[in-house]
């Protein structure tokens, strides 16, 4: 028998309404309100064993005394899935169902599962973490929401095959992978009827969205005397190394980055660096690896006074199919480390 | 320009005494088809092997695939490549359908080599596992690359393409089975129904990114890095006058066997005088420098422009930094008021997170998408390897690795394997074939 | 600051100052030309992304150089 814990806030855990959005989380074996509901779409080979009720302002905030209240009473139970919601348009309950679920899967690793109407503003903040399925304005589509994520988990119980995101209902968590179709239509016949709708006005539906794209917020200019006192660094993406590569830096796909001591050199020769870059020709850079790390220039505007000087390491990794995870975590990494050597100001040249 | 190319359906493949076709059996003298294959003194040792679909063979390194062919009329079936510089699509072509030669190094794989599964679950991840296949299994003297991840494997390509030539011609004086026609009128000679049907071209951009010559896909036995777009007739595609490089993560290669049987260009072919008017092919290419890419995207719109295109299909042979090649010419079609569909794989990342192509741009709002390089792919022991099985870890092929810390290496102690999708031998398919695509998690 | 051959990519992934470089392969210094008009090349750039890294921008911005 598998084991299932949902979690409601104070309205719909009946212990009343905006008045006492205050309550303290608690926790009841057995089923409330929704929890009913929950258990008859699940069936008789699943069990809602707790409910878990909070209080929507105790939750909002005191976000994490309430989180460490409820991972409290999870701690000695046994469950194979997490519930939380519907939380239709509520938004401090959409949120609430976000963080807990979000810290649920983090603590316990098991599927968590949420509902929330698309105007609620959890369904932004929560949803490349989660399952949260595509749900009602308001408590009138009870049912169906607690249907739809109580069909989905039986499915992930069950270690069924799960389909995309707009198959299963919920919003896509930004995961893209490949599938075979389940009626083959080859590329040809794909293009061909995207390009006839297209010259002929109608609706089409590009298999590549493309995403808003994400901007970084600016960083403020170094003043102009500044320049002159700060130590720059070089980071690369080209895959100069020492020649034998050391940290053994895959070629391609890389999970890995280096830093190479260089305080005590002009420049970089070929035969001393090289690139493990696979996804160039690396004559050029392994003849002269100054055209990707330009130490040779860094140095000649050390001397003339124009900056400070160069931090003693350079950094390296390797960029061609490389993922945007990974390399976002190196690139943290790597500015962790400049930042608790003290340096402002880097140039990142990539290939 | 009038190709007709006429088919002989290979039901087996067997050796034997005589290299010939009767009646659906090709029947191959392997000691004449050695002798072909060592013409090239490159060539140190060499092997023939049949595979058929559904066989527990696993193939890897695999280098290439050509379908045997031959030319009526003389002339090599890759002009400027195997022979004298001719021009393709013309007159008529032999094709043993239904088969390839594979050509597979005995030891030594690269960056651009993928692996075919015949049989089992891993069968599905290319289309060569649908084919009989004459695998070439050999290895060269070409010492100065041995080591390197970055291949020409020229000797072993060319004694491929002379395979398939060798092959070919046992069907030289005999009446095809079927035969297919491939006819376009000059540009400015076609009927009032063909013009009144939306005009339309195909842009391929072939993979083209070493500046050192040996390993881009060739025309006319021409580097494709020494080019700028260029108008050419699609019958000069499939009938030889491209071949494929050596250099690209292998599920997003083109074979030359893909160039020959471009279902792209033949689907444009069937919808052509019915749903549209096929203009022809802008032979583009990829580039390692922003300037070249904005270069080619000027010189295809402008092109697509004069020919007076109302639509286009832009193919791309490779991922990553090509992205913004493919993306600068859809977005220069668009802007040139070009109505184009984008043919191409992604590379999302092992966890499907990443963005999807490198460059991005709201006017391609109309893709085909065949499906991401970097998923993962487990699978189980195969009864026979041809090739190396460890030239996968040991090699850097694209999807394959020797070491990492969760993972291990790919090529496992009991011989199941761990890989990305990136090593699968052309298997991406964004030629046309592909029934992969990708959706949102 | 990014220095990057491909300002697209640069662009679509979220850098705020950027300096073109002449190539994927060889960013800064064209190998067909003399050791000297390289390093000519390479100062010059870096040049440039240095000045950037002081200089106030209010969106992406891509800085010009002139070798």
Redesign the interface.
Known sequence: MKKAILYLNQFFGQIGGEELADHAPEIREGLVGPAMELQKQLGDDVQVTHTIICGDNFMGSRTQEALDTILSFLEDKEFDIFFAGPAFRAGRYGSACGNICKTVKEKFNVPVITSMNDENPGVEMFKKEMYIFKGGASAAAMRKDVAAMAKFGLKILNSEELKSADEEGYYGRGVRSQIWMESPVPATDRVIDMLLKKVQGQPFKSELPIPP????P???????G??SKLH?AVVTS?GIVPVGNPDRIQSASATKWGKYHIADKYDLIGGEYQTIHA???????N??P???V?L???R??EKEG??GGIHPYFYSTVGTGTT?AEAARMGREIAAELLAAGIK??????? | MKLELGNFFVQDIVFGAQTAYVEGILTINKEEALAVVKEDEHITEADLVIVKPGDMVRLVPVKEAIEPRHRIGGGPIFPGVTGDLMQAGNGRTLALKDCSVLVVGQHWGGFQDGLIDMGGEGAKYTYYSQLKNIVLVADTDEEFERYEQQKKNRALRWAGMRLAEYIGSCVKDMEPETVETYELAPVTKRTAEENALPNVVLVLQPQSQM?ELGYNDLLYGWDCNRMVPTFMHPNEVIDGAMISGSFMPCSSKWSTYDFQNFPMIKRLYQEHGKTINFLGVIMSNLN???EQKNRAALFVAQMAKSLGADAAVVAEEGYG?P??DF??CIVALEDAGVKTVGLTNECTGRDGAS?PL????EKANAIVSCGNVSEMIILPPMETVIGELQSLARDGLSGGWNHDAILGSSVREDGSIIMENNAMFCGDQVVGWSTKTMVEF | ?????????????????MV??????????D?ATS?EQ??KL??H???V??DA????????TVFKVKI
Request: proline share 8%.
């Open positions: 794209s994400d901007l970084i600016i960083a403020p200019a170094i003043g102009l500044d320049l720059i080209g996804g160039f020709d690396p004559a050029a850079a003849a002269d100054d055209v990707i330009p040779d220039a860094l000649a505007y124009k900056i945007q100001a880097a140039i990142l040249v990539s290939t | 500046e390692v420098a922003l930094n992205d913004a993306i600068a963005q490198v460059a991005l741009d | 600051m990014q220095m990057a051959n491909l300002i697209p990519v640069a662009k679509s992934v979220g850098a705020n100052r073109p470089t002449i190539s994927i392969p060889y960013p800064l210094g190998p050791k390289q390093f390479r100062y750039r870096v040049g992304a240095l890294l002081t200089t106030d921008i209010q969106e992406q």
